[in-house]
């Protein structure tokens, strides 16, 4: 069965630092997407990605957060300067189209020291 | 504002037919059911959805009141492996409407043995 994966599985950082989150979508899904979740807390929808563009971003989407997807596969999310307010899982969802159930990867685990 | 409500946490007995509420009263005509869940911190996983008929579909069975305002998501037969947080979702499917989806606190179902 075709899944979404990312890499890495747990990353540690420290304050300040860059990071980028990478996810390989499912190959023939149109539409990607970024959630996070604190730990206790509810998933959080961050962005979503079609045609190369964003489509929607909530407000924790500030300009320290963007993504890309740099060629035919790969969909990145990169924190410019993380804050330990940034440790959380985060997964990434691809669906072929918006009448389609999504489907997640098995999240990154941030933790930011 | 979650436009969902579901008890925070059920328990069920292994074997057992385990039913999960959810209220929706203020669902819009456009609006479809969508049941994902979530075991242990992996990234959310697709159940079923649907919009005013009863879905069935081999994890689960969706049963939608005539009035729409709420929803039971079955599991026939319970297994320790069902033990998740389990969230109910209303969503616009194209046309509008949010693009990611917008999770909720979810029921905590544990399966006892």
């Known amino acids: 069965e075709p899944e979404v994966t990312q890499t890495p599985s747990h990353q540690v950082t420290q304050m300040g630092q860059e990071v980028i989150l990478r996810c390989v979508p499912i190959s023939n899904h149109l539409y990607f997407y970024w959630y996070r979740q604190i730990l206790g807390q509810k998933v959080e929808f961050l962005v979503s990605?079609?045609?190369?563009?964003?489509?929607?971003k909530s407000e924790i989407f500030d300009d320290q957060f963007s993504v890309e997807r740099p060629d035919g596969s790969n969909f990145t999310l990169k924190i410019r300067s993380t804050k330990l307010e940034d440790s959380a899982m985060y997964f990434c969802a691809s669906i072929v189209d918006r009448r389609t159930e999504a489907f997640f990867g098995q999240g990154t685990r941030l933790t930011v020291v | 504002d979650a436009k969902t409500t579901q008890p925070p946490s059920m328990d069920c007995a292994e074997g057992r037919a385990a039913n999960l509420p959810c209220n929706h009263s203020t669902i819009s005509g456009n609006e479809y059911v969508y049941w994902y869940r979530q075991i242990h911190s992996q990234g959310p996983q697709y159940i079923i959805h649907?919009?005013?008929n009863n879905e069935t579909n081999e994890m689960a069975s969706l049963i939608i009141t005539e009035d729409r305002k709420s929803s039971t998501l079955i599991l026939p037969h319970a297994t320790l492996r069902d033990t998740a947080v389990y969230y109910c979702i209303v969503r616009v499917l194209s046309g509008g409407g949010a693009d990611g989806l917008t999770f909720g606190k979810g029921t905590h179902l544990i399966i006892q043995p």
């Open positions: 990605f079609y045609n190369n563009e964003i489509s929607e």
């Open positions: 649907g919009l005013k």
